[in-house]
């Protein structure tokens, strides 16, 4: 496995609310993260910040090695999370409010298990098909789903940046959690929406698609995300799959 990833304030923001990062637990296994920080004077940064030190850190103690393992932890500590940062909000004025995105890999040779809360996204790229793992808990998104608006009207709705579901915002913190079949050549992107909504999926499949490094890959997508307004931070992480090809 190859990592890279790269992250922005883009061009309208005075701060990066996003956080990423990578961490690998005492078996070798590794898990990357990404979050991007919603509500609170300064509290998007706390949140994600939070959300993906502690759940990184936490990982770094474990000695996991399987899929199903992987799947037990990061429900425990998802919801253990989401609580640590209600309690957090409650306890400063100037956090109130806050919360987080939240998309996680937990990837094995053969296996990805991907988690997700609000509209920060997981796409695969396999034999030049690039596919989006993950469902945006956005108002847009359930409006494309009820058949009210269509996909291209939710790239411009004026409400496509309202969130349904978030880390730190209700006890109730339902997340997505799914595991995915990897094979030699897989690319795994992670991705804020400061990417997805300046840059078409037509766009991003492309520059996967190149010859570039993985990180010069990331480079080019923040690059494009800038130089199409930069409206929002940007972050991306690329994981590239360089090892056994699993039978189907």
Known sequence: MEVAYRTSIGKQRNDNEDYV????????QHLAIIADG???????DVASAMAVSHLGHEF???????????RDWITTEITAENQSIID???????????GTTLVAALYFTDEVVIASIGDSRAYL??????RQLTEDHSLVNELVKRGEISKQAARHHPQKNVIIRSLGISTDARFDLNTYPLVRGDQLMLCTDGLTNMVDDAAIKDVLLSDLT???KCDDLVNLANAAGGLDNITVLLITNSGQEVAD
């Open 21 to 28: 990062d990578v961490y690998t637990n005492q078996a070798g």
């Open 60 to 70: 770094e103690q474990t000695h996991l090695t399987t899929p199903a393992a992987a």
């Open 38 to 44: 919603i509500g609170g004077h300064q509290g998007g």
């Open 125 to 130: 790229l396999r034999d030049d098909v690039l």
């Open 214 to 216: 993985p990180t010069e």
């Open 88 to 98: 957090k909000s409650n306890q400063f004025a100037d956090l109130n409010g806050m």
